[in-house]
């Protein structure tokens, strides 16, 4: 996929800073040097899942903002670090995977990370990379050696990732897990050895794992890298980002569809709508402060959700798709069903009332819709369903229905074998046929 929004790089930290990327800098003149210079620069994913979720957009938008930006974007999956787990922002040790678990997870996160950064030869052309290629390599003593040495265990218990699972919680943190933050900072060495790589971005929360290698680059090569953090994404009523009653958001269509992805953005707070715009998005100043206008102006029409999920599942699932879930999110306020495939039919009313009636039924001429609505409970009876018939408060398939001799045969199937009834303006009943 083509990075949009290609800015040259005297822009970048501006267009980093105005979109709220920027949390804390390791260098005050960075920008300067972007501006100026090529640079590598990676930003790492865990390996924990088949699946990167919501929470991991801003580390990939990242990646392709600076490439937008003419620099060389490095993205490295922990299939090595994944064997130990990171301790940050954990209350308690993930619990360990094995090797090939991991391998399945590395080559399905990779296929996601490509829908954001461009692959490829040239300057800006970016890299897939896996740490288990050299990690999993490294013999124990010369690590400890070579590496471990320039660490004191004063600094790492220091470190935030460290001192909080130390001294705020109950289940304190082993070995393995206090030992991630070396491999974290071997990384970069590796990177910069290997790539050139010069930056390295990450949440907030890897802030100390990023100066540690920053130090060990230092140390062992007299180069000067640099680390940059965005601030971790909240939400303004305090619950946490990219978790819903059904679990986490995740990119991957066969844990959260396109429509169930694109619902998720549609129901953002007004109060963090911009934000998510700025900090997710390409859609321009200009267009975001019309859309700001219209929060404020004019929340009920919901602009600024609708923009924010269509370009956030483009991004993610590709513009046809975010198109289809943008229909099928129209369809539950009286739009057309006849064009939904049977999982976007049944995402859109997921939450609605069924019934499973015999396919049989629909032979020889069919059901009376006014049976049908009152064998259903979509109406409280035969006389309440010819009431909503005669008064056009009954729909078939969203379309009005006022003929009360009105039969429903299989030429109403929707996907094949669903009917879809509705009662009034938002009072839906799905039927399915077999």
Known sequence: ??????????????????????????????????????????????????????????GLVALRRLQGAGHRPLALVGGGTTLIGDPSGKEAERPLLSTEEIAANVAAVGRQIERFVEFGPGPAGGLLVNNADWLCRLPLTEFLRDVGKHFTVNTMIAKESVRSRLTEREQGISYTEFSYMLLQAYDFLHLHDTEGCRLQLGGSDQWGNITAGIDLVRRLRGTEVYGLTWPLVTKADGTKFGKTESGAVWLDPARTSPFQFFQFWVRTDDRDVVRYLRLLTSVSADRIADLETEVTERPERSRAQQVLATEVTAAVHGREAAEGAGRAAAALYGGELADLDERTLLDAFSEAPSTTLPPDDLFEGGLALVDLLARTGAVSSRSAARAAVEGGGAYVNNRRETDLERRITRDDLLAGRYVVLRRGKRSYHLVRFG
């Open 1 to 58: 996929m083509r990075p949009v929004d290609e800015r040259s790089g005297s822009d970048l930290m501006a267009e980093l800073e105005w979109r709220g990327m920027v949390s804390q800098l390791t260098d005050a003149g960075l920008g300067d040097r972007l501006a100026a210079e090529r640079f590598a620069g990676y930003a790492g994913f865990d390996a924990t899942a088949d699946s990167l979720h919501v929470g991991h957009l801003v």
